[in-house]
C-alpha cells in the first residue's frame, strides 16, 4: 500500500519558499519607495568616482602608448646618430692618410686573425637539421 502526501501539508523549506509581495501591498507599506537622506549624495559621490576612475585609466593607457611610441623614435633616431658618427669616423680615418699599421698598434687596433662568426637565429627560424645534430 503506497502512501499519498499532500503537497499542503508539507512546508518547503527556506531554500524552496517564494515571497508574497501581494501581502506587502495590501498593508500599504512602501519601504521600497522611502528614500535615505544620504542615497543622493552617495550616488553622487560614486558617480564621480566612476568618472574619474574612468578618466584616470583612459589617460594612462594614452600616456604608456605615447610612451611607446616615442620609445621607437628614440632608438630610430639612437641608430642614426650611430651611423652618422661611424660614418664621419671612417671620413676622417679615410682623409688623415697619417694611419699607418704602426700607427694604429699604437691606438690599439690589431689586425683579425681566425674570423669566426656567430648565427643566432630566433625563435621563428630556429629549426633542427642532421648538420645541427651532427655538431
Not at 13 to 38: N, T, Y
Not at 74 to 94: C, H, M, R, T
Not at 101 to 112: E, K, M, T, Y
Request: hydrophobic letters at 50%; zero cysteines.
Amino acid at each position: 500500500m503506497t502512501k499519498r502526501f499532500r503537497i499542503k501539508n508539507i512546508t518547503p523549506s527556506a531554500l524552496q519558499g517564494r515571497i508574497d509581495f501581494d501581502a506587502v501591498a495590501k498593508r500599504e507599506m512602501r519601504v521600497l519607495a522611502a528614500e535615505h537622506p544620504a542615497e543622493r549624495i552617495a550616488l553622487k559621490v560614486l558617480l564621480v568616482l566612476l568618472a574619474v576612475l574612468l578618466f584616470a585609466y583612459f589617460y594612462f593607457v594614452v600616456a604608456s602608448v605615447l610612451n611607446i611610441i616615442a620609445r621607437k623614435e628614440a632608438d630610430a633616431q639612437a641608430s642614426k646618430i650611430e651611423s652618422a658618427v661611424g660614418n664621419l669616423e671612417q671620413q676622417y680615418f679615410a682623409l688623415s692618410q697619417s694611419i699607418t699599421p704602426q700607427a694604429a698598434q699604437d691606438l690599439g687596433l690589431a689586425p683579425v686573425e681566425q674570423t669566426q662568426y656567430v648565427y643566432r637565429p630566433g625563435n621563428a627560424a630556429s629549426a633542427d637539421t642532421a648538420y645541427s645534430h651532427a655538431i
